[in-house]
Protein backbone atom coordinates (compact mmCIF):
# COMPACT_ATOMS: atom_id res chain seq x y z
CA UNK A 1 0.00 0.00 0.00
CA UNK A 2 1.25 3.36 -0.85
CA UNK A 3 1.51 5.97 1.46
CA UNK A 4 1.07 9.80 1.46
CA UNK A 5 5.12 9.53 2.16
CA UNK A 6 6.14 7.36 -0.44
CA UNK A 7 3.77 9.51 -2.41
CA UNK A 8 6.19 12.31 -1.18
CA UNK A 9 2.76 14.84 -0.47
CA UNK A 10 4.66 15.97 2.43
CA UNK A 11 6.99 18.18 0.11
CA UNK A 12 3.16 19.94 -1.18
CA UNK A 13 2.00 19.98 2.03
CA UNK A 14 4.94 21.61 3.78
CA UNK A 15 4.32 24.84 1.56
CA UNK A 16 1.57 25.70 2.94
CA UNK A 17 2.66 24.56 6.80
CA UNK A 18 3.30 28.73 7.36
CA UNK A 19 -0.04 29.56 6.98
CA UNK A 20 -2.19 25.93 8.17
CA UNK A 21 -0.13 24.97 11.17
CA UNK A 22 -0.50 27.68 12.91
CA UNK A 23 -3.84 27.78 12.54
CA UNK A 24 -4.55 23.83 13.00
CA UNK A 25 -2.76 24.32 16.32
CA UNK A 26 -4.72 27.11 18.37
CA UNK A 27 -7.01 25.01 20.37
CA UNK A 28 -3.24 23.14 21.28
CA UNK A 29 -1.51 26.65 22.60
CA UNK A 30 -4.97 27.66 24.42
CA UNK A 31 -5.29 24.24 26.39
CA UNK A 32 -1.54 25.04 26.79
CA UNK A 33 -1.76 28.47 28.57
CA UNK A 34 -4.15 27.22 30.59
CA UNK A 35 -2.20 24.09 31.87
CA UNK A 36 -1.62 24.33 35.45
CA UNK A 37 0.09 20.78 36.54
CA UNK A 38 0.88 17.47 35.00
CA UNK A 39 -2.40 16.03 35.33
CA UNK A 40 -3.90 19.25 33.30
CA UNK A 41 -0.51 18.93 30.55
CA UNK A 42 -1.80 15.05 30.34
CA UNK A 43 -5.46 15.82 29.28
CA UNK A 44 -3.71 18.67 26.82
CA UNK A 45 -1.61 16.21 25.32
CA UNK A 46 -4.66 13.53 25.12
CA UNK A 47 -6.56 16.61 23.43
CA UNK A 48 -4.15 16.76 20.63
CA UNK A 49 -2.63 13.46 20.04
CA UNK A 50 -3.62 10.42 17.65
CA UNK A 51 -5.30 8.11 19.57
CA UNK A 52 -3.17 4.68 19.55
CA UNK A 53 -0.03 7.48 20.16
CA UNK A 54 -1.57 8.93 23.51
CA UNK A 55 -2.54 5.35 24.46
CA UNK A 56 1.08 4.07 23.85
CA UNK A 57 2.69 7.30 25.85
CA UNK A 58 -0.18 7.01 28.64
CA UNK A 59 -0.41 2.94 29.37
CA UNK A 60 1.24 0.57 31.23
CA UNK A 61 1.80 -3.15 31.39
CA UNK A 62 -1.33 -6.12 32.18
CA UNK A 63 -3.45 -3.90 33.99
CA UNK A 64 -1.65 -1.01 34.83
CA UNK A 65 -1.39 -1.65 38.39
CA UNK A 66 2.24 -0.67 38.47
CA UNK A 67 1.54 2.77 37.23
CA UNK A 68 -1.07 3.18 39.62
CA UNK A 69 1.67 1.76 42.49
CA UNK A 70 4.00 4.40 41.35
CA UNK A 71 1.56 7.48 41.89
CA UNK A 72 -0.25 6.42 44.74
CA UNK A 73 2.61 5.54 46.85
CA UNK A 74 3.59 9.60 47.14
CA UNK A 75 0.58 9.86 48.95
CA UNK A 76 1.35 7.41 51.59
CA UNK A 77 4.46 9.88 52.89
CA UNK A 78 3.22 13.05 55.32
CA UNK A 79 5.85 15.94 54.78
CA UNK A 80 6.39 17.23 58.59
CA UNK A 81 7.63 20.79 58.02
CA UNK A 82 9.46 22.27 59.74
CA UNK A 83 8.80 26.17 60.71
CA UNK A 84 10.71 29.83 60.89
CA UNK A 85 13.64 28.28 58.59
CA UNK A 86 14.12 31.89 57.71
CA UNK A 87 14.45 31.08 53.94
CA UNK A 88 14.33 33.45 50.81
CA UNK A 89 12.58 32.22 48.01
CA UNK A 90 13.51 31.55 44.94
CA UNK A 91 15.66 28.54 47.22
CA UNK A 92 18.95 27.29 45.50
CA UNK A 93 17.97 23.97 43.81
CA UNK A 94 21.37 23.29 42.27
CA UNK A 95 23.18 20.33 43.06
CA UNK A 96 25.38 17.43 41.05
CA UNK A 97 24.04 14.67 38.42
CA UNK A 98 27.00 12.42 37.02
CA UNK A 99 29.76 14.18 37.99
CA UNK A 100 28.11 17.55 36.16
CA UNK A 101 27.08 20.91 38.54
CA UNK A 102 23.31 21.60 37.76
CA UNK A 103 20.53 24.03 38.63
CA UNK A 104 17.74 21.41 39.38
CA UNK A 105 17.84 18.00 41.03
CA UNK A 106 15.15 16.65 37.86
CA UNK A 107 15.91 15.82 34.33
CA UNK A 108 14.33 14.62 31.15
CA UNK A 109 14.76 10.83 31.20
CA UNK A 110 15.32 9.07 27.82
CA UNK A 111 12.73 8.29 25.96
CA UNK A 112 12.24 6.45 22.57
CA UNK A 113 10.79 8.19 19.55
CA UNK A 114 9.63 11.70 20.66
CA UNK A 115 8.59 12.88 16.93
CA UNK A 116 5.92 10.48 17.43
CA UNK A 117 4.26 12.92 19.27
CA UNK A 118 4.91 16.10 18.50
CA UNK A 119 7.55 16.86 15.40
CA UNK A 120 10.00 19.49 17.70
CA UNK A 121 10.78 15.55 19.33
CA UNK A 122 14.34 15.05 21.10
CA UNK A 123 15.36 18.98 20.16
CA UNK A 124 12.36 20.40 22.51
CA UNK A 125 13.68 18.32 25.24
CA UNK A 126 17.20 19.35 24.64
CA UNK A 127 16.38 23.34 24.84
CA UNK A 128 14.35 22.85 27.64
CA UNK A 129 17.05 21.31 29.33
CA UNK A 130 19.48 23.78 28.36
CA UNK A 131 17.24 26.85 29.08
CA UNK A 132 17.03 24.73 32.82
CA UNK A 133 20.47 23.65 33.04
CA UNK A 134 19.78 20.33 33.54
CA UNK A 135 20.91 16.98 32.40
CA UNK A 136 19.87 16.01 28.52
CA UNK A 137 19.17 12.39 28.17
CA UNK A 138 19.44 10.74 24.25
CA UNK A 139 17.93 7.35 23.68
CA UNK A 140 19.31 5.08 21.37
CA UNK A 141 15.98 4.77 19.78
CA UNK A 142 15.94 8.60 19.31
CA UNK A 143 14.80 10.26 16.25
CA UNK A 144 16.99 12.91 16.37
CA UNK A 145 20.71 12.40 15.72
CA UNK A 146 23.47 13.20 18.49
CA UNK A 147 24.41 15.97 15.81
CA UNK A 148 21.55 17.76 16.01
CA UNK A 149 21.49 17.84 19.62
CA UNK A 150 25.09 19.07 19.55
CA UNK A 151 23.68 22.01 17.47
CA UNK A 152 21.11 22.77 20.77
CA UNK A 153 23.73 21.91 23.71
CA UNK A 154 27.25 23.09 23.89
CA UNK A 155 30.08 20.72 24.29
CA UNK A 156 30.20 20.68 28.03
CA UNK A 157 26.70 20.61 28.86
CA UNK A 158 25.84 17.14 31.00
CA UNK A 159 24.48 14.74 28.40
CA UNK A 160 23.70 10.68 28.93
CA UNK A 161 23.04 8.41 26.31
CA UNK A 162 20.89 5.50 27.13
CA UNK A 163 21.45 1.58 25.31
CA UNK A 164 19.68 -1.50 25.68
CA UNK A 165 20.23 -4.87 26.03
CA UNK A 166 21.05 -6.16 22.73
CA UNK A 167 22.20 -8.90 21.00
CA UNK A 168 24.34 -7.87 18.43
CA UNK A 169 27.66 -6.21 20.44
CA UNK A 170 28.87 -4.28 16.89
CA UNK A 171 25.40 -2.55 16.86
CA UNK A 172 26.22 -1.81 20.94
CA UNK A 173 30.20 -0.88 20.02
CA UNK A 174 28.71 1.96 16.97
CA UNK A 175 26.21 3.38 19.12
CA UNK A 176 28.50 3.93 21.75
CA UNK A 177 30.84 5.33 19.71
CA UNK A 178 28.44 7.98 18.08
CA UNK A 179 27.81 9.10 21.45
CA UNK A 180 31.06 10.14 22.63
CA UNK A 181 31.76 11.35 18.99
CA UNK A 182 29.19 13.50 19.70
CA UNK A 183 30.84 14.67 23.25
CA UNK A 184 28.19 12.55 25.64
CA UNK A 185 29.47 12.05 29.05
CA UNK A 186 27.70 9.46 30.50
CA UNK A 187 26.26 5.81 29.61
CA UNK A 188 23.04 4.29 30.84
CA UNK A 189 21.94 0.57 30.24
CA UNK A 190 18.64 -0.13 30.89
CA UNK A 191 18.13 -3.33 32.14
CA UNK A 192 14.46 -3.84 32.53
CA UNK A 193 13.95 -4.02 28.53
CA UNK A 194 15.03 -7.46 28.00
CA UNK A 195 11.48 -8.74 27.36
CA UNK A 196 8.39 -6.85 25.75
CA UNK A 197 6.38 -5.72 28.25
CA UNK A 198 2.26 -6.71 27.81
CA UNK A 199 0.83 -3.28 26.54
CA UNK A 200 -2.99 -3.61 26.23
CA UNK A 201 -3.99 -0.20 25.28
CA UNK A 202 -2.26 -1.05 22.39
CA UNK A 203 -3.35 -3.94 21.21
CA UNK A 204 -7.19 -2.53 20.96
CA UNK A 205 -5.97 0.74 19.50
CA UNK A 206 -4.31 -1.23 16.44
CA UNK A 207 -1.20 0.26 17.24
CA UNK A 208 1.58 1.05 14.50
CA UNK A 209 4.17 3.46 13.30
CA UNK A 210 3.50 4.58 11.36
CA UNK A 211 -0.13 4.25 11.09
CA UNK A 212 -1.67 1.62 9.08
CA UNK A 213 -4.35 3.89 7.49
CA UNK A 214 -7.15 1.69 8.44
CA UNK A 215 -10.27 2.73 8.88
CA UNK A 216 -10.16 3.26 12.45
CA UNK A 217 -6.51 4.98 12.17
CA UNK A 218 -8.18 7.48 9.53
CA UNK A 219 -11.40 8.49 12.04
CA UNK A 220 -8.78 9.04 14.36
CA UNK A 221 -6.32 11.38 12.65
CA UNK A 222 -9.12 13.15 11.64
CA UNK A 223 -10.31 14.03 15.37
CA UNK A 224 -6.92 14.95 16.02
CA UNK A 225 -5.80 18.08 13.15
CA UNK A 226 -2.85 19.26 14.57
CA UNK A 227 -0.87 15.58 15.27
CA UNK A 228 -1.83 14.51 12.23
CA UNK A 229 -0.99 18.13 10.04
CA UNK A 230 2.52 17.72 11.81
CA UNK A 231 2.76 13.95 10.49
CA UNK A 232 1.53 14.58 7.47
CA UNK A 233 3.84 17.47 5.94
CA UNK A 234 6.53 16.42 7.63
CA UNK A 235 9.31 13.67 6.01
CA UNK A 236 8.75 10.30 8.29
CA UNK A 237 10.79 10.08 11.35
CA UNK A 238 13.22 7.65 11.55
CA UNK A 239 15.35 6.37 14.34
CA UNK A 240 18.64 8.26 14.21
CA UNK A 241 21.30 6.75 15.64
CA UNK A 242 20.52 3.60 14.30
CA UNK A 243 20.33 3.56 10.42
CA UNK A 244 19.04 7.07 9.07
CA UNK A 245 17.79 5.34 5.93
CA UNK A 246 15.55 2.72 8.14
CA UNK A 247 12.23 4.21 8.76
CA UNK A 248 10.29 4.05 11.65
CA UNK A 249 8.14 1.37 10.61
CA UNK A 250 11.02 -1.33 11.05
CA UNK A 251 11.34 -0.26 14.64
CA UNK A 252 9.16 -3.42 15.99
CA UNK A 253 10.92 -5.79 13.76
CA UNK A 254 14.10 -4.60 14.76
CA UNK A 255 13.53 -4.38 18.61
CA UNK A 256 12.27 -8.11 18.33
CA UNK A 257 15.65 -9.33 16.73
CA UNK A 258 17.57 -7.43 19.07
CA UNK A 259 16.01 -7.90 22.58
CA UNK A 260 17.95 -10.46 24.50
CA UNK A 261 16.93 -11.82 27.53
CA UNK A 262 20.20 -13.85 27.98
CA UNK A 263 21.76 -11.05 28.56
CA UNK A 264 23.53 -11.77 31.63
CA UNK A 265 25.96 -9.26 34.72
CA UNK A 266 29.06 -10.87 32.18
CA UNK A 267 27.53 -8.79 29.28
CA UNK A 268 26.66 -5.55 31.40
CA UNK A 269 30.63 -5.88 32.51
CA UNK A 270 31.63 -6.02 29.16
CA UNK A 271 30.17 -3.03 28.34
CA UNK A 272 31.06 -1.12 31.41
CA UNK A 273 34.41 -1.93 29.86
CA UNK A 274 33.34 -0.37 26.74
CA UNK A 275 32.47 2.53 27.95
CA UNK A 276 36.13 4.07 29.91
CA UNK A 277 35.86 8.21 29.87
CA UNK A 278 32.96 8.67 31.96
CA UNK A 279 30.03 7.88 34.54
CA UNK A 280 28.40 4.34 34.06
CA UNK A 281 24.16 4.11 35.30
CA UNK A 282 22.70 0.76 35.60
CA UNK A 283 18.70 2.01 34.70
CA UNK A 284 16.03 -0.48 36.29
CA UNK A 285 16.98 -1.01 39.52
CA UNK A 286 14.16 -2.26 42.06
CA UNK A 287 16.43 -4.67 44.72
CA UNK A 288 19.21 -3.78 46.83
CA UNK A 289 20.99 -7.25 46.05
CA UNK A 290 20.99 -5.79 42.47
CA UNK A 291 22.19 -2.84 42.95
CA UNK A 292 24.93 -4.41 44.97
CA UNK A 293 26.35 -6.37 42.15
CA UNK A 294 25.57 -3.38 39.80
CA UNK A 295 28.77 -1.87 41.51
CA UNK A 296 30.97 -5.14 41.58
CA UNK A 297 30.51 -5.19 37.85
CA UNK A 298 31.65 -1.58 37.53
CA UNK A 299 28.56 0.84 37.45
CA UNK A 300 29.03 4.19 39.48
CA UNK A 301 25.24 5.26 39.24
CA UNK A 302 22.64 3.35 40.55
CA UNK A 303 19.05 4.17 38.66
CA UNK A 304 16.08 2.88 40.54
CA UNK A 305 13.31 2.47 38.16
CA UNK A 306 10.46 0.03 37.20
CA UNK A 307 10.36 1.34 33.63
CA UNK A 308 7.55 3.55 34.27
CA UNK A 309 4.71 0.49 34.69
CA UNK A 310 5.25 -0.59 31.50
CA UNK A 311 7.07 -3.92 31.98
CA UNK A 312 6.27 -6.25 34.54
CA UNK A 313 2.49 -5.17 36.25
CA UNK A 314 2.73 -5.26 40.30
CA UNK A 315 6.38 -4.81 40.52
CA UNK A 316 6.78 -2.06 43.61
CA UNK A 317 6.43 1.12 43.23
CA UNK A 318 9.91 2.55 42.92
CA UNK A 319 9.40 4.89 45.97
CA UNK A 320 8.73 2.12 48.23
CA UNK A 321 11.73 0.13 47.02
CA UNK A 322 14.49 3.54 47.28
CA UNK A 323 15.33 4.05 51.07
CA UNK A 324 16.51 -0.05 51.26
CA UNK A 325 18.63 0.60 47.75
CA UNK A 326 20.17 3.58 49.52
CA UNK A 327 21.20 1.15 52.11
CA UNK A 328 22.34 -1.05 50.33
CA UNK A 329 24.92 0.70 48.38
CA UNK A 330 25.58 3.38 51.58
CA UNK A 331 25.97 6.97 51.36
CA UNK A 332 28.84 7.96 48.04
CA UNK A 333 27.23 6.51 45.58
CA UNK A 334 25.08 8.21 43.72
CA UNK A 335 21.26 7.25 42.96
CA UNK A 336 19.17 8.19 40.52
CA UNK A 337 14.77 7.67 40.95
CA UNK A 338 12.06 7.77 38.52
CA UNK A 339 8.45 6.55 38.90
CA UNK A 340 5.05 8.43 39.06
CA UNK A 341 6.31 11.91 39.21
CA UNK A 342 3.55 14.28 39.54
CA UNK A 343 4.39 17.06 41.89
CA UNK A 344 7.02 18.87 42.91
CA UNK A 345 6.18 17.16 46.10
CA UNK A 346 6.94 14.07 44.64
CA UNK A 347 10.35 14.91 43.84
CA UNK A 348 10.79 16.80 47.01
CA UNK A 349 10.34 13.50 48.88
CA UNK A 350 12.54 11.00 46.78
CA UNK A 351 15.25 13.49 47.39
CA UNK A 352 14.56 13.56 50.83
CA UNK A 353 14.36 9.27 50.83
CA UNK A 354 17.78 8.83 49.39
CA UNK A 355 18.12 10.18 45.53
CA UNK A 356 20.53 12.69 43.76
CA UNK A 357 18.24 12.74 41.28
CA UNK A 358 15.03 12.35 39.81
CA UNK A 359 14.03 11.45 36.14
CA UNK A 360 10.62 12.22 34.73
CA UNK A 361 9.45 10.26 31.72
CA UNK A 362 5.94 10.84 31.11
CA UNK A 363 5.43 14.62 32.13
CA UNK A 364 8.00 15.84 29.69
CA UNK A 365 6.30 13.74 26.91
CA UNK A 366 2.60 15.06 28.03
CA UNK A 367 3.75 18.57 27.30
CA UNK A 368 6.12 18.03 24.23
CA UNK A 369 2.70 16.44 22.60
CA UNK A 370 0.23 18.97 24.04
CA UNK A 371 2.61 21.68 21.85
CA UNK A 372 6.00 20.51 21.40
CA UNK A 373 8.89 23.01 23.10
CA UNK A 374 6.80 25.18 24.65
CA UNK A 375 5.01 21.88 25.95
CA UNK A 376 7.77 20.93 27.41
CA UNK A 377 9.15 24.46 28.98
CA UNK A 378 5.97 24.72 30.46
CA UNK A 379 6.34 20.85 32.26
CA UNK A 380 9.81 21.99 34.27
CA UNK A 381 8.48 25.46 34.94
CA UNK A 382 5.39 23.60 36.53
CA UNK A 383 7.83 21.09 38.20
CA UNK A 384 10.45 23.38 39.23
CA UNK A 385 8.12 26.10 40.59
CA UNK A 386 6.11 23.42 42.55
CA UNK A 387 9.98 22.00 43.97
CA UNK A 388 10.87 25.54 45.16
CA UNK A 389 7.94 25.69 47.39
CA UNK A 390 7.74 22.26 48.46
CA UNK A 391 11.28 23.32 50.06
CA UNK A 392 9.97 26.62 51.46
CA UNK A 393 7.07 25.06 53.14
CA UNK A 394 8.88 22.08 54.32
CA UNK A 395 11.67 24.79 56.07
CA UNK A 396 14.70 23.01 53.36
CA UNK A 397 16.85 25.55 51.62
CA UNK A 398 19.43 23.44 49.48
CA UNK A 399 19.14 19.78 47.62
CA UNK A 400 22.00 18.80 50.47
CA UNK A 401 19.61 20.36 53.50
CA UNK A 402 16.83 18.02 51.99
CA UNK A 403 19.17 15.07 51.46
CA UNK A 404 20.60 15.66 55.75
CA UNK A 405 17.25 16.35 57.17
CA UNK A 406 14.51 13.95 54.76
CA UNK A 407 14.78 10.85 56.54
CA UNK A 408 13.34 13.04 59.80
CA UNK A 409 10.73 15.03 57.21
CA UNK A 410 8.90 12.42 55.13
CA UNK A 411 7.04 9.63 57.11
CA UNK A 412 4.87 7.02 56.00
CA UNK A 413 1.35 6.88 56.96
CA UNK A 414 -1.63 4.29 55.87
CA UNK A 415 -3.17 4.90 52.90
CA UNK A 416 -6.75 5.96 52.65
CA UNK A 417 -9.36 6.23 50.14
CA UNK A 418 -9.30 9.90 50.15
CA UNK A 419 -5.08 10.17 49.10
CA UNK A 420 -6.54 8.79 45.94
CA UNK A 421 -8.58 11.41 44.65
CA UNK A 422 -7.37 14.66 43.59
CA UNK A 423 -5.42 16.30 40.68
CA UNK A 424 -3.91 12.66 40.01
CA UNK A 425 -6.84 11.85 38.62
CA UNK A 426 -8.75 13.24 36.28
CA UNK A 427 -12.19 12.87 34.15
CA UNK A 428 -9.81 11.01 31.67
CA UNK A 429 -8.91 8.50 34.36
CA UNK A 430 -5.88 7.63 35.82
CA UNK A 431 -2.74 9.50 35.06
Known amino acids: MLTPHDLKIHKLLRLFSPLVRPIVNIPAR ?9 ADLRLCAESR ?38 LSPPLDLSTTIFGSKVDIPFFASPTAGNKMFHMDGESAVATASKVNNSVYCLSSLATTSVDDIAKILTPEHPKLFQVYVWKDR ?3 RDILGKAKAGGIQTMALTVDFSWYGNRERDIRNNFTIPPSYSLQQCIEAIK ?7 FLSNPPYNYALLDKDVPADSLASFVNSQLYPQFSWEDAKWLCEEWTHGPKAIKGICRPEDAVKALECGFTTIWVSNHGGRQLDTSPATIDVLPAIRKAVGPNVEVIHDGGIQRGTDIAKAIALGADGVAIG ?9 GGTPGVLRTFDILRIELDRAMGLLGCGTIEELKKEGPELIKRREMSLRDCQGARYSKAGMI
Open 30 to 38: RRLRKAVNI
Open 49 to 86: LHKMCFGYLDSGGDDEITIRRNKDAYTQLEMHFKVLSG
Open 362 to 370: KPYLYGLAA
Open 224 to 230: APAWTWD
Open 170 to 172: DIL
